[in-house]
Each structure stands twice: as C-alpha cells, then as structure tokens.
Nanobody, 116 residues
Framework: QVTLVESGGGLVQPGGSLTLSCVAS????????MGWYRQAPGKERELVAE???????NYGDSVKGRFTISRNNVWTTLYLQMNSLKPEDTAVYYC??????????WGQGTQVTVSS
C-alpha cells in the first residue's frame, strides 16, 4: 500500500509559476513509476508528466517546455515545476505511482487555478 499526499496548488496569474510536491509513504520502496496527471472540469484525466525507474521521462504535449518533473533519490517525493502557466492549465492535479506488483495509487489531488 502506498499513500500519496500532494501539496503546492493554488491560484496563480497567467505566466506565473507553481511547484507541486507529492510525498509517498507506505511501501514506497516498491515504486517504479511516478507521475502527475490532471483533470479539468468536463474533461478526461490526462498525463502531465511521468518518470520511470529506467530514467525515462514523458511529458504531455501541452506542457512540454514549460513543466519539469523531478524526484528525490529514494522515490518518496515527486515534484512538478510549472512555468509559463496558462488558463488552460487550470485543473486538479493528481500524483500517481505504479509499483513492482503492478498496483496503481492516486493522491487526493491539488487544485491549480490560473486566472487574472
């Protein structure tokens, strides 16, 4: 079992920056992939960015060049640095992990609102 807790969301003006954090506890030693997803009202949940144990990093097309995903060395903390934010980035952002036993876990989400 892995518990995920996100933080760092809030209200920011267009062009601004935010950094999200996700802390994993429980069986964090079994994590092999960590990522961020987001869901805007009326839309499906979509991949923002993910990082695998093999070092591969994937970004959603809409955030490439603006967002940066990173983690600590022991797979217990995940970050998302978001720059040049746009109103269309407004969504609930969820932390997500996959474990070696092929289990998937989600955090409770943190709201990001980009508005002037």
């Amino acid at each position: 079992q892995v518990t995920l807790v996100e933080s760092g969301g809030g209200l920011v003006q267009p062009g601004g920056s935010l950094t999200l954090s996700c802390v994993a506890s429980g069986s964090a030693f079994s994590i092999i992939t960590m990522g961020w997803y987001r869901q805007a009202p009326g839309k499906e949940r979509e991949l923002v960015a993910e990082i695998t144990s093999g070092g591969r990093i994937n970004y959603g097309d809409s955030v490439k060049g603006r967002f940066t995903i990173s983690r600590n060395n022991v797979w217990t903390t995940l970050y998302l640095q978001m720059n040049s934010l746009k109103p269309e980035d407004t969504a609930v952002y969820y932390c997500n992990v996959w474990t070696r036993s092929n289990n998937r876990y989600w955090g409770q989400g943190t709201q990001v609102t980009v508005s002037s």
